[in-house]
């Protein structure tokens, strides 16, 4: 059961990161912290959505997400008997979004064309567990954050040009660093390879340098804040019968506290007092089953529902809601331990719309969406 136990925390984020809630590629998992012993892992895949749908002007919007590829890094070293500390790099947030120019564009058929988004950002946790003898633990640790981004808002859907509407607008954030905190307690009965462990991840305040300007021309340069959430993880395990392990986590995020505002529009906008990213708060269930086949194979199947928030969201952000499943198989050989994951997730229907919250116009329907990943994890026990 051991073999398998130390296995399934990785089974969980190998292949897991797609479109999540928000502009979440990844869980945020400290599952290295729990491994035996001094531990080391790489992990590293790729992720192949396809968004698209019909736009007001009843135009295919064609495929505006594209496909990127992720990558992590994780060191566990056991101190004592009781305290342990973990350093994890990993890219849990990130968009590219770019809804494509027509090849013989009009008034009527250039309603998002040229929109699009696209962040990157790399985290980086450094974490402490003690275990108590009565099974409890506690961890926790800081997590610094590196990001940048960029937005391109064109089309009639933005309204057109100034000083009708806001179409041609360009902002662009310089990477900036962000420190916030991680906190949690666990509870494990090894005889049974159960564990629940509880997380907070704190918010993490960014100070941007914000460019803004209209079709490549810089307008105005200030500083500027952007929080990504905060979040609470709950996860378990529990052995079911011999060799055999259930497994599962609840994620909430508070994706309400993530906004970006412009700086240069006037008060209110032509299209109303409008951020351009406001993103409704996200719960994801996961359940699945690991099971030991040999001596040297595991394997695992899991289950994701992430429910739909809100009527209607931002064109920078095109998906709501998403069901998924991952195959996983594990193969460990002496202190090695190889882990590869394939995903298919459906991306639930969403209504794109522009304007102030509440009372939004309907600029694209997006209802045929997908995404396929494949992640590999390598891990070394010493």
Request: hydrophobic content about 40%; overall charge negative.
């Amino acid at each position: 059961m051991k073999r398998i136990v130390t296995g399934i925390g990785a089974l969980l984020a190998s292949a897991a990161p797609v479109l999540a809630g928000g502009i979440e590629r990844a869980p945020q998992s400290l599952a290295p912290l729990f491994e035996q012993g001094n531990y080391a892992e790489l992990s590293f895949g790729g992720v192949n959505p396809t968004v698209q749908g019909t736009d007001a002007a009843g135009f295919g919007t064609g495929d505006v997400a594209q496909g990127y590829g992720f990558f992590g890094l994780a060191y566990k070293h056991q101190f004592t008997d009781n305290l342990s500390g973990a350093i994890i790099v990993e890219q849990p947030f990130g968009a590219d979004i770019r809804y494509p120019m027509l090849a013989a564009p009009s008034p009527l058929m250039d309603v998002l064309d040229g929109t699009a988004v696209e962040v990157n950002s790399t985290t980086y946790t450094a974490l402490l567990r003690y275990k108590f003898e009565n099974n409890f633990s506690v961890h926790g640790g800081i997590r610094g954050s590196h990001a940048d981004g960029k937005v391109r808002l064109r089309g009639t859907g933005y309204g057109g040009a100034p000083p009708t509407g806001v179409s041609g607008y360009d902002l662009d954030l310089d990477g900036a660093w962000g420190m916030g905190w991680v906190a949690g307690v666990a509870y494990e009965m090894p005889e049974i390879a159960a564990r629940v462990s509880l997380t907070y991840n704190s918010p993490i305040t960014h100070d941007f340098k914000m460019h803004e300007g209209f079709s490549g021309t810089e307008i105005a340069a200030d500083d500027y804040e952007v929080k990504t959430p905060r979040s609470w993880t709950l996860e378990g395990q529990t052995g079911i019968a011999a060799d055999t392990l259930l497994f599962g986590s609840i994620r909430w995020v508070k994706w309400s506290e993530f906004k970006v505002d412009n700086l240069i529009f006037p008060r209110p906008t032509p299209l109303g007092d409008v951020p351009l990213v406001e993103v409704e708060d996200t719960t994801t269930y996961t359940i699945g089953v690991g099971r030991k086949f040999t001596e040297n194979w595991s394997g695992s199947i899991s289950f994701l529902y992430e429910p739909s928030e809100g009527d209607t969201v931002s064109p920078l952000a095109p998906v709501n809601g998403r069901k998924g499943v991952t195959l996983a198989a594990v193969y460990t050989m002496d202190n090695i331990k190889i882990t590869t994951g394939i995903n298919y997730t459906k991306l639930g229907d969403a209504t794109l719309g522009v304007g102030p919250s509440g009372n939004k116009r309907e600029v694209a329907r997006m209802d045929d969406s997908d995404a396929w990943g494949i992640g590999v994890r390598i891990g070394y026990s010493f």
